[in-house]
């Protein structure tokens, strides 16, 4: 075994570890997001990928695009202090912050309106169950 197999993960435990698919690992291989280490047709996921993968994951969950999330992953330095990579990271995620939100107050006013009209569907079905007896 190399040294970098013991620092590797293979593509079926980089799916176990992170609850994706070997499709979703190729899919952001191939758009330049993860570059794993290739032996012949097996890919090797290092530390770095999954580092990546984890941020990957947030930035999709709180819905920033790829293309947000390929450039905050591209402003990462190793040896500087990324202070523009974090301001541009709080940047992208006070905007996500106030859509979320104005979606959220969206939702509210929907479940409010359609409690009501199951509360007036319901009482609607037992007149009828009423008058049917």
Do not use: W
């Amino acid at each position: 075994m190399t040294r970098h197999t013991t620092d590797t993960l293979t593509i079926r435990q980089m799916c176990d570890a992170f609850g994706v698919t070997p499709r979703t690992l190729r899919f952001y291989e191939a758009k330049e997001l993860l570059s794993p280490l290739r032996q012949g047709t097996r890919r090797l996921f290092s530390h770095k990928d999954r580092a990546r993968l984890t941020l990957i994951l947030r930035g999709k969950r709180f819905g920033f695009s790829l293309e947000e999330i390929r450039q905050l992953l591209g402003m990462y330095d190793p040896a500087g202090s990324n202070g523009a990579q974090l301001e541009k990271t709080h940047e992208i995620a006070l905007e996500r912050l106030a859509l979320m939100e104005a979606q959220r107050a969206d939702l509210d006013i929907a479940i409010t309106e359609l409690k009501g009209q199951l509360v007036e569907i319901q009482g609607r079905i037992a007149r009828f169950r009423a008058a049917a007896e």
